[in-house]
């Protein structure tokens, strides 16, 4: 494998101190490589590693291994996810292998969404492994060369490990031990579910400052635009673990409608300047869905230009 690939962007930045900004980028849903480029293409420059999904809300699209793999052609380095829903350690295993042998370098862990909710609910599901246990794998298969087995690899897959975490599930109390399994099980890196109820972060984040947890771990705070209100009201009512507080829903009706969108983009800034001074938040994961050429705009509005190169 080609030197130029041999280490994580993002686990550079982040170890440098820098305060670090991901983006996304959804694969197609089918072979459409000029819809890909039209998505990653405003990411270029303005972000440290782009998340390329798995077949995420349980919808069949482009694998996220190949157009991980693209990402790195056109010069972007992707965060490439993988969901324990549709493998089993064998498959996963393999396709770890396979995603390091074409440069990729870093790997968010996930359980999935349940594909009851997506288009094909009566697909079966297959969770051989959790979402911890596929943590721990991966770090095995790095810093051990072992597969599950205790077979030798020749080559290990030396990735830079990420996980999830939504700091605002039920039970609240819950949430900040989910995140120090997920440590102890091998993230390098979290990267949280879209904050919008900031003082219910702010309680959270201080606990893990408390407890040690941003010492072993990088946090990436979420944030992800409103672009109206509708878009507000359906988070707030309809998406299991967010918590959309009426004070937002209350702000975007107090614009013009043809302002909504940058009030969201605004409220977003705010976000932002106020991680990039919080103890414990290493760097923001903007998930900017579908608006992903807007993505220039927030950074700069946003003050995280020129990103370091390194």
Request: net charge neutral.
């Amino acid at each position: 494998m080609s030197e130029l690939k041999s280490g994580s962007n993002l686990e550079k930045v982040l170890k440098a101190g820098h305060f670090a900004f991901t983006g996304e980028c959804g694969p197609p849903r089918g072979a459409n490589i000029d819809h890909l480029k039209e998505k990653y293409e405003p990411l270029k420059g303005m972000v440290d590693a782009v998340n390329v999904t798995d077949n995420q809300t349980a919808v069949v699209r482009m694998s996220s291994m190949a157009a991980s793999a693209l990402l790195v052609q056109a010069g972007l380095e992707p965060n490439y996810q993988m969901v324990c829903r549709d493998r089993n350690r064998l498959a996963m295993m393999s396709d770890i292998l396979g995603a390091y042998s074409l440069g990729i370098r870093n790997m968010l862990c996930l359980s999935g969404d349940h594909q009851k909710f997506g288009d094909h609910p009566q697909s079966k599901n297959v969770y051989d492994i959790d979402s911890m246990q596929l943590i721990s794998m991966v770090k095995k298969m790095r810093d051990e060369g072992k597969f599950l087995n205790e077979d030798e690899i020749d080559v290990p897959p030396k990735m830079f490990i990420g996980a999830a975490s939504n700091p605002f599930g039920d039970p609240f109390e819950f949430r900040i031990y989910r995140l120090a399994n997920k440590i102890a099980a091998g993230a390098d890196f979290i990267q949280t579910q879209c904050i919008y109820n900031m003082p219910k972060f702010r309680e959270f984040i201080k606990k893990a400052v408390d407890m040690g947890l941003t010492e072993k771990c990088f946090l990436l705070a979420g944030v992800t635009p409103m672009k109206s209100v509708g878009m507000a009201k359906y988070m707030k009512s309809r998406v299991p673990g967010m918590d959309v507080p009426d004070e937002i829903i209350k702000r975007l009706q107090g614009v013009d409608k043809k302002e909504v969108a940058d009030e969201g983009i605004r409220i977003a800034c705010e976000q932002i300047e106020e991680f990039k001074e919080m103890k414990g938040v290493a760097g923001v994961h903007l998930m900017a869905i579908e608006w992903e050429h807007r993505v220039p705009e927030i950074a700069e509005r946003a003050g995280v230009l020129p990103r370091p190169v390194i």
